[in-house]
């Protein structure tokens, strides 16, 4: 019922499919066989895996070499730190004046005073000493005020405040617990 024509055409048709299977027919298999060059090396997923494994860690070991660098030795390859005769000698210049302007007396004597407070025990007789001491640095930082810049003294203004008010608090405090206990 099928017309000769087709007959034939499906014929060729089917010669043309590749076999998945074995047969005894091997001439397509032999011209596979003939296209693929022995030379040229297959790809499989393991090589493939092979292949990126070996890239990532060659690109870890660029990146840890970045990060483990030191600073200093990236540094200088972009701006090396050389200053001229010039440059160095004022730099040190300011660097002398930054220090003779600082007040090290003033700073040696709240330190001590500082000490002092923590040192001994608090007593009515030691607090008047203490606010006497106070007014007694205080009237002579008044005599050194011409020396000092305004903003130092009113922060030593402030800070001597700040003792006096803590001073009261205490006096206050004690007072307040002894007066409960009675």
Request: glycine share 2%.
């Amino acid at each position: 019922m099928s017309c000769p024509k087709k007959r034939k055409k499906r014929k060729k048709r089917e010669e043309k499919k590749p076999c998945y299977f074995p047969c005894e027919k091997k001439k397509h298999h032999r011209s596979k066989m003939e296209t693929q060059h022995p030379w040229r090396p297959r790809l499989s997923f393991k090589n493939a895996t092979i292949v990126m494994t070996v890239l990532n860690i060659i690109t870890v070991l660029f990146l840890l070499k970045g990060f483990l660098s030191s600073p200093s030795t990236r540094n200088n390859k972009l701006a090396p730190d050389s200053f001229n005769s010039v440059e160095l000698s004022y730099i040190k210049e300011s660097e002398e004046m930054r220090l003779a302007l600082q007040p090290w007396k003033l700073i040696k004597r709240i330190k001590e005073i500082e000490q002092e407070a923590y040192a001994e025990p608090e007593t009515v007789e030691h607090k008047d000493m203490k606010q006497t001491a106070a007014v007694d640095l205080s009237k002579r930082l008044q005599d050194i005020r011409s020396v000092n810049d305004v903003s130092s003294f009113k922060a030593l203004e402030e800070w001597r405040k700040r003792k006096m008010e803590r001073a009261r608090q205490r006096a206050v405090g004690k007072n307040g617990r002894g007066n409960s206990q009675a």
